[in-house]
């Protein structure tokens, strides 16, 4: 979609949304002072229908007292029973034109007793007596309406009946001679009924509706602002429907309590010709903004659009070639001034030409990043979410001796170990940046190499591995550690050698003497088991003080073929007896070198009793082969037996002092320390190959070069 379509579209939102927001304020803003000049109208209609009604009431109170102060009313309140002669007062004073001209629905008088002395009720709308309500007995006999005194100033207010509310007004019935003292009461009523209601209506120019608080039949308008009232207390207006609206009070009764609810109805005329306004503005405001928005588009297609458009269509060559050398050029502005397109295009300029500088760093960074990625000695890879090969360097290829094509693309798992890869990758943390160090143990040919990785999540599910094959490094801590525990242990092992020795002397000396003497022969019996443990004992501590003293070797030329023959026929035996074959490949033109054949001969024979017991525990019988050859300056012996083999975790205990996976009062875990320390002495190596339950191989090397210096000890493989 093209900018002008946009800016169009754009445009009539915002006009949409400008008249959406003005049809909402003006709304708010008129539509409430419209209800409020409406509520204010209605308020002032009910003031006026209650005050006409407070009117009412007070014209009430003002007649009944001029009736009840005079002297006539006061004479016939004392003797007012007609059967004294007061026929009279009655006929000449409530007659019907009194009850029209007054208003009056209602005359009583009761003398000081309560009783009523005269009363009748009048039917203004049908001109006839009626009879009086009787409700009013009950407040007639509890004396609520009367004032004996005569200084309460009377009564005035509204009761309830069971039809039609009641206007009352009861004042004590006075004489002008005796002020204060009263004879009875007068009471005068006006009864709320249509008639009554309507003449309130036209004396108030107003709608006007009476409902009695208590009326079972209330409508459901009069529910609500009933209350409403309740709560508040203060008038109550509410809209009916599109054309009227309701203003209402509360009047209470002449005891104070809730009596009738005043309703005034007025036509809604100033709230909708308000709306009416509104409308006809919101029309014209958008009419007014269409059209705006039409020009306003015209002139930015014919002064801008026009103008951006060549600045895209420039910019999108740059974009679909890549060539930054050309600059961008844009038609001259109106006016022949500079305008924002101006300055942006000298901007994209300018910008082109930083992109240019930057891609030549770039592309020099690129090329130092692949420099030292490829020359760079340590192993380098990476690899993406499927745990495949994406990148490898110089180091990687030559360490796993691969080709880059052929690494490419591999999963990891073809050059690492799988369970190293998952161990290693429960560890990895997936923020950016992150770095986990492992140890990979990976096999190249026959070799085991340990490679220490540094693991650099780049991003997410992508790794950058470093590494750095440690093996030649790890192998010398070992020697270096087994080295330091060989000297702590020897020197423990003299001390306790030679506390042990004199001791163990006397017992073998001893018990030798006694198994001389006439003993019963289950005593003699215990002397030899003494003596053959004491013995036992004697052979383990020579071992210490040979472990111990580390004699230098007498070295003197040997011909190790010979040395490995005499330890062979000197087993011969054992091996027969025990079904052990024995194939020896042995290289003819071995060199003599120069070793104490008496040390090395020692190393032989452990090497081999080892072999031995292996085979023999582990099926009876066996296989033992034993090489000699030369290669890279030394002279190589080899020993490889069919046993049990040796397990992973005890590989590199072997040759640790006091170390034996022998049972218990078999082997001293001296043997192998021994041969460790005579070759190590003499300058060479041994180590050991193994897999268990497929037997082991012990390798001796000699150097055949003459030395008169001792090897250091450096530690075992």
Known sequence: MSIGKKLLISVIAMVLLSLVVTLFCSNWIFRDNYIKLEKQSLASNVTRAANALSVT?????????????????????????????????????????????????????????????????????????MPIPPELSTYFASGTLTDTTGTSGGYSGIILLSDNPLLLSSQPILSSSLPGQSSGTLIFGIIVDSSFINALSQTTQTNITIWQENNTQIPADFQKARDALSVQGVDFTQPLNRNYAAGYTMKKDLFGKPAIILKTTSSRDIYNQGQTTILFLLLIAAFGSILFSLVFVYIMKKTLLKRLDTLVQNVSVIASTGDVSKPVSLPSPLFKRRDELSDLTENINAMLEKIKETGNNLAYQK???????????????????????????????????????????????????????????????????????????????????????????????????????????????????????????????????HELNNPLTGIVMLSQLLMQTDFPPDVKNDLGDINSEASRATDVVRNLLAFARKQPPMKHLTQLNKTISDVLRLRRYEETVNNIDVITTLDPDLPEIMVDNIQIQQVFLNLVLNAEYSMIHAHKKGQLEVDSSVANGHVIVSFTDDGEGIKEEDMKKMFQPFFTTKEVGIGTGLGLSLCYGIVKRHGGMIHVKSKYGSGATFTVELPIAASNTYGDEIGSK
């Open 57 to 129: 009431i007070n014209k009430l109170t003002i007649d009944t007292q001029d009736w009840a102060v005079w002297d006539d009313t006061y004479n016939f309140a004392q003797s007012g029973n007609p059967a004294y002669g007061n026929n009279d007062y009655i006929n000449n004073n409530f007659t019907d034109a009194t009850f029209k001209n007054k208003k009056l629905n209602l005359i009583v008088v009761l003398d000081n007793s309560n009783k009523m002395v005269y009363g009748k009720a009048y039917d203004l709308n049908s001109s006839r007596e």
């Open 367 to 497: 090329y130092l990043f692949e420099r030292l990625c490829l020359y760079s000695p340590a192993i380098i890879l990476a690899v993406d979410a499927n745990v495949k090969i994406t990148l490898v360097n110089k180091a990687f290829c030559t360490l796993f001796n691969v080709h880059e094509e052929d690494a490419i693309g591999k999963p990891l798992s073809a050059f690492f170990p799988s369970e190293e890869i998952a161990a290693s990758g429960k560890q990895i943390s997936d923020i950016e940046g992150s770095v986990t160090i492992y140890e990979h143990r990976p096999k190249i040919g026959k070799t085991e190499r340990i490679i220490d990785t540094t693991i650099i999540t780049v991003r997410h599910n992508e790794y950058l591995l470093i590494g750095r094959d440690i093996t030649q490094e790890r192998e010398e801590q070992e020697k270096l550690y087994l080295n330091d525990r060989l000297a702590s242990i020897g020197e423990m092992a003299a001390g306790i050698a």
